[in-house]
C-alpha cells in the first residue's frame, strides 16, 4: 500500500514539479538555495500527501503546500550566497526569441520581484500563475477585497523599484 | 505594456528552462529529513518540558533539599509538587493538541496562527514555572526562617543587635538576586532561540495581519 502510495505521489510529483521549481524562483536567488528549497516543499508535499483526498486538483494543493513551506516552513540554508549563478541560473532567457531591451527589462523585473517581501512574492507567483483572487485570498487566509487592493500596491511598488 | 504582463509572458515561456527532476530523484528527496521551523520547534518545546520536569527531580536530589525534608513543610511541599505536576500534564495535553493542529495544507495565516499558537502554550508554561520558581523560593524562605533553628538564632542575634531588618533584608536580596541572575539567562537562551527561529514568521505574519487592519 505504501509504494503504492508513493509511486502515484512520485509520478504526479514529476508532472507537475514546474510549480515547485517556479515557487523556488522567487523565493530563492542563488542554485543552491533553490534545491535546497525544492527539497524542503518535496518532503513537505510527501508527508501531507496521505491526507491528499483527490477532490482538489493536486497541482492546486502543491501551490498552497508548497508557498506555505517557502514562507513558513522553510529555514534558510546556511550556505554561502553565490551571485554568479543568479546570472547564469535566473535569466537564462533565450536570446533569439528577446531584444535585447526586453531581455533588459526581464532581468529587471526578477530583481525588482525579488526586493518584494515575502507574502508580496506569494501575491505575484499567484498573479503569474493566473490564478483568480478567491483562490489567492484562500491560499493566504485573506479576504478577496485585501487581495486585490494589496496586488495593485504591488504593481505601484514595482514601479516605483524600476522607475525610481 | 504593464511590467507584470511582460513578466507574466516570460513566465509561461519558461517551463522548459528548469532542470528536470527525476523520479529516482525525487524517491530520495523523501527519504531524507525535513528541516522545517516546525520539527525544531518540536524538540525544542520537548526539551524545554524536559529541562523543568528534570530540574525540579534534580532539586529534590541536593543537599539542601534533604536538609529541607527534616522540617515540617510536608503541609506546603506536597502540594505544592502535586500542582506542579497536574499544570505539567495540561500544559503537555494542550501543547500537543495544538501541535496536531498545525497542517501544511492550511492557509498561510492560519498555518502561522497554529504554530503561533503552539509555541505560546509553551511560552505559557515556562512563565508558569519561573513564577512558581519564585513562589517556591518565598515558600522555602519562609519556612527556613520559621523552622531553621541555625537561621532562627542568625536572626535572634541580629535582632539582639537591633539590626533584624538589615538581615531579613539581606537574606532576602540575595535571594532574589540569584534568581534574577537565573531569569536573566533563561530569558537571554529565549531570545535567541526564538529570535532567529521565528523571526521570519513573525515578520510575515505581520504583514499578513497588516493587509486586513489597512482596509
Known sequence: MDKELEHSFVALLEEHQNIVHKVCRLYTNHREAHNDLFQEITIQLWKAYPKFRGDAKFSTWMYRVGLNTAITLYRKSKRTVNTYELETFQFKIKAEEYDDTEEQQLKLLYQAVHQLNDIEKALVFLYLEEKDYREISETLGISEVNARVKMNRIKNKLKTILNP | MDELELLKKHWKQQDTEYP????????????????????????????????????????????NAQHFDKMDSDYLLIPLTVIGYVILAYFFYLFYKNFRRISVTDSAKILMENILRTRRTVKNY??????????????????????????????QAAAANGEVFMFYAKTILIVAGVLAVFVGILLFFYWLIYGLLLRKLNRNYRELKKLEMES
Open chain 2, 126 to 155: 515556562v512563565i508558569f514555572n519561573l513564577v512558581f520558581m519564585v513562589v517556591s523560593a518565598m515558600v522555602v524562605l519562609y519556612i527556613e526562617f520559621d523552622q531553621d533553628t541555625a537561621l532562627i538564632q542568625k536572626t
Open chain 2, 20 to 63: 528536470h527532476v527525476s523520479a529516482n530523484d525525487i524517491y530520495k528527496m523523501i527519504l531524507k529529513r525535513s528541516s522545517s521551523i516546525v520539527k525544531w520547534i518540536f524538540i525544542i518545546s520537548l526539551l524545554e518540558f524536559a529541562l523543568w520536569t528534570g530540574l525540579s527531580f534534580f532539586l529534590k536530589d541536593t543537599k
